[in-house]
Nanobody
Framework: VQLVESGGGLVQTGGSLKLSCVWSGFTFDDYVIGWFRQAPGKEREGVSV????????YYADSVKGRFTISKDNDKTTVYLQMNDLRPEDTATYYC????????????????????WGQGIQVTVST
């Protein structure tokens, strides 16, 4: 399994970025895929994930209304559209996936996700 992120960068407060994560190496239908982030000195946290079987989505409270997750199975790509970015969104963003039947209605647990991308930096300036 391989996950490759792209689309990060530097943006001003209030700006937008769209992250992409291309996955490969598996053809299962039952998986959850999405985004985590880790700021310096902080724990890695779940931002948004989506379950392939029913497209059920989780968003962290801190990003609700600003971020949108989507995926294109034909392109084996998951996206994170980030709008109204704030300095506190600055972090390394990771794409991750799991084949476990994880609960979507609760914050994703890092240890439930077996496969990770290399991470991509998002920096929001004031």
């Amino acid at each position: 399994v391989q996950l490759v992120e792209s689309g990060g960068g530097l943006v001003q407060t209030g700006g937008s970025l769209k992250l992409s994560c291309v996955w490969s190496g598996f053809t299962f239908d039952d998986y959850v895929i999405g985004w985590f982030r880790q700021a310096p000195g902080k724990e890695r946290e779940g931002v948004s994930v989506i379950r392939n079987s029913d497209d059920k989505i989780y968003y962290a409270d801190s990003v609700k209304g600003r971020f949108t997750i989507s995926k294109d199975n034909d392109k084996t790509t998951v996206y994170l559209q980030m709008n109204d970015l704030r300095p506190e969104d600055t972090a390394t963003y990771y794409c991750a996936t799991t084949f476990y039947n994880v609960r979507i209605g609760a914050p994703p647990r890092v240890y439930d996700y077996d496969y990770w991308g290399q991470g991509i930096q998002v920096t929001v300036s004031t």
